[in-house]
């Protein structure tokens, strides 16, 4: 907990005394305390690890995350305990390191490489047989991964924005055809090229603004569901309520141009001619 961070309720975890004696005693996180005992008290009951049984002495909560609701259920063991009972193949291994108060990160890895160099007996030409990764290194990977995913969604929004658009501008254009006898009654009566031009531009924009209202909503509801059911804090802030509406305005009126001039530039008197 000390490294990993998260919560040890109800119960302990082993003392250095159990560590060092091999002590058959175990720390059970919540997914497997929901499988094994489904509301029971967990503390003084015995579990089998490879056949061997351990006395649950603790149940560890991990800190929420992003995939808390993907951890799988787990068993913590003093290192003596697993060598001791667990039949296993010597290979990978991954140690949890936190610096101390009084130290800096940097530090820290400078005396975890100097102490594993010593344990494994590296020369000092030798290159280091083992790797040290840090929360900054995950986070530059999961900036790396994340930063592609939104070029990816800015891309296929950018595609969907264009086949949008160019609906829009095949309904504008249908509704200027059906209204052709209707522009020139208007041209007739005195309407100006300017007048009509912003009718259909208001009548654009409006389309496309009635359609990001629906998505923001649909959005809305999306994060709402997402924020009840998981542990990501996911919601829509209101920035970004304005921004997207603000969007979908500009583009009814960048799409809606040119069925808007073209219905401006209609010859009054074809236009009362058409039918």
């Known amino acids: 907990m000390e490294v990993n961070g998260g919560d040890l309720h ?10 060092v004696a091999n002590d058959a005693v175990a720390v059970i996180n919540t997914k497997l305390e929901e499988q094994l005992f489904r509301g029971r008290d967990p503390i003084g009951q015995t579990i089998h690890v490879a056949g061997a049984p ?7 909560t991990p800190p929420p995350s992003l995939f808390s609701g993907a951890t799988p259920p787990s068993v913590g063991i003093p290192h003596g305990a697993f060598v001791k009972h667990v039949p296993y193949v010597k ?3 991954r140690l949890a390191v936190a610096p101390a108060p009084a130290y800096t990160q940097q530090q820290a890895m400078d005396e975890v490489v100097a102490t594993l160099r010593s344990l494994r007996g590296l020369k000092p030409g030798q290159e280091n047989n083992f790797s040290i990764v ?7 990977s999961w900036n790396k991964v994340t930063g592609m995913f939104f070029l990816v969604m800015l891309v296929l929004s950018s595609i969907a924005l264009m086949v949008g658009g160019v609906g829009v501008v095949a309904i504008m254009m249908i509704s200027v055809t059906e209204r052709t006898r ?11 090229r300017r007048a009509i031009q912003w009718q259909f531009l208001v009548e654009a924009s409006t389309l496309t603004l009635v359609g990001g209202a629906v998505g923001m909503l649909a959005g809305g509801v999306v994060a709402l569901v997402v924020s009840s ?11 970004s309520v304005l921004a997207a509406l603000a969007a979908s305005a500009l583009t009814g009126i960048g799409f809606g ?3 808007a001039n073209k219905a401006a530039r209609l010859d009054p008197v074809e236009a009362l001619r058409y039918e």
């Open 10 to 19: 109800p119960g302990r975890t082993f003392t250095r005394l159990e560590d």
């Open 54 to 60: 351990f006395k649950v002495i603790g149940v560890y």
């Open 182 to 192: 209707e522009i020139g009654v208007r041209k007739a009566l005195g309407a100006t």
């Open 257 to 259: 141009l040119y069925p």
């Open 229 to 239: 059911l998981t542990p990501i804090p996911a919601h829509v802030p209101l920035w």
């Open 134 to 140: 840090t929360q900054d290194k995950l986070l530059d």
């Open 91 to 93: 290979g990978w291994m």
